[in-house]
């Protein structure tokens, strides 16, 4: 019965009574110096600590920045020093617990307002003027209906690299509207295009999307490459009908203000594209398309509005040559007239011929400004493309260009007929 009681005694030692023994056995197996101060090392620690079946020294001796006195070395404190180090760290905790600076933080730090951020934009969005761009085309009629502010959904459609996207910044830019421009793919969906929950300053927040930044500024909203989109841009469909949209997320209704409006860019027509010229577009859903009241059909400008167009390109990078200008929008012309006769299955856009340009503006050479920009096509596309430059650049007009390319091409199906005809006799 003895040991059953010296057991449970042991078992029910107080962390104070813990701490006393501990000292005691320093004490009592090292002595103290001069000043009465017991100084020991860590590894003298260690041995005690090995008495009480302890691999290292107690935490609270070793840890405590008030009990060591230098590399390695710790004054054994009395309990009674413990003690009250220990209540002063308990006041410390309450004076920062009640501190004033807590107190001072502004209303807007603290308040909640259901997770909702009114705004993820700021700042000014109005686009920037382009000193190199020139009218073509239905701008001044995409200008009128910008400038009115009225909404009437824009669906533009038109190849690759004609100016569409940069034809609505500017017509913004011109009018001083603000503009929110969207580069749609087929992953976009309601979260892209809406808004979602947020993860900002270690809070979950709900952020707008960019139609509903759009719809609350007044904005013009431009959906680029909108034929890339699948069938979760329906989205979109009581927001085309300028009615406004329920947020069901965040239990909000979300009116258009005066000036919202929406452009669609596109290369198809909504309706695919027939031969693969423009991979990864859509057949959007008919009732989406017939939201656009209003279809423009973009094409490439005229040659000699290219050429104000070359010209103030190689102006804005120190080039002043208008001859290259003039024998480029040339060369771009003839292989347009080709592709759209179906001699050739790629094209020359405008975006690409300011490549050219400012290539030329670099390395001051220009049939290398031209095979570097068109590194991209086939070697039997690039190779034609430059052979029918040296032919420009030689001072062959495009008509003879043209007509060339016709007689080639009546030859070629003379010597088919011919192979069929001796094939037959064969």
């Known amino acids: ?53 302890m691999k290292y020294p107690p935490q609270w001796l070793v840890k405590n920045q008030e009990f060591k006195v230098g590399k390695g070395l710790f004054k054994l404190p009395s309990l009674g020093e413990i003690t009250k180090v220990h209540a002063s760290r308990l006041v410390q905790a309450a004076e920062q617990y009640e501190s004033p600076e807590i107190e ?66 500017q017509a913004a830019a011109e009018k001083k509207r603000e503009l929110i421009r969207v580069n749609i793919t087929i992953e976009t969906d309601e979260d892209d295009l809406l808004g979602g929950y947020r993860l900002k300053d270690g809070q979950t927040v709900w952020q707008n999307g960019p139609v509903i930044e759009a719809m609350e500024r007044g904005a013009i909203l431009l959906l680029d490459e909108i034929d890339l989109a699948s069938n979760k841009i329906m989205c979109l469909q009581p927001i085309l009908e300028g009615s406004g949209v329920f947020v069901k997320k965040i239990n909000k209704f979300v009116a258009p203000k005066n000036g919202f409006n929406v452009v669609a860019t596109a290369n198809t027509k909504g309706q695919g594209s027939e031969d693969g010229k423009f991979i990864g577009t859509n057949i959007l859903n008919e009732a989406f398309l017939e939201r656009f009241p209003i279809t423009f059909e973009q094409k490439y400008p005229s040659v000699k509005i290219e050429q104000k167009i070359i010209n103030k390109i190689l102006e804005k990078d120190g080039v002043n040559d208008s001859e290259y200008a003039e024998k480029l929008t040339v060369w771009a012309d003839v292989i347009r007239k080709t592709y759209f006769d179906g001699g050739v299955d790629e094209i020359i856009s405008t975006r690409r011929l300011v490549h050219i340009a400012q290539a030329y503006s670099i390395f001051k050479n220009k049939l290398k400004a031209i095979e570097v920009c068109t590194n991209r096509f086939d070697d039997d596309t690039k190779s034609s493309f430059v052979d029918l430059y040296t032919k420009v650049d030689k001072g062959v007009s495009a008509d003879d260009i043209m007509e060339q390319q016709r007689q080639s091409d009546i030859g070629i199906s003379d010597d088919n007929e011919d192979d069929e005809d001796s094939q037959s006799v064969i």
Do not use: H, W
């Not at 104070?16 to 056995?25: G, M, N």
């Not at 705004?119 to 209906?145: A, C, N, Q, R």
């Open 104 to 169: 001072k933080l502004p209303e807007t730090e603290t308040k909640q307002e259901a997770a909702y951020i009114v705004s993820s934009l700021t700042g000014d969005i109005v686009p920037k003027k382009d000193d190199t761009f020139i009218p073509f085309g239905d701008f001044s009629s995409i200008k009128s209906i910008i400038a009115s502010r009225k909404f009437y959904p824009i669906f533009i459609t038109g190849l690759s690299g004609n100016g569409k996207t940069f034809g609505v910044t």
């Open 1 to 53: 019965m003895k040991k059953v009681r010296k057991t449970m005694k042991k078992e029910t030692m107080t962390t104070k009574d813990k701490k006393q023994a501990f000292i005691d056995a320093c004490m009592s197996k090292f002595e103290s110096n001069s000043d009465g101060d017991y100084i020991l090392t860590i590894d003298q620690l260690k041995d005690v600590a090995g008495d009480f079946g």
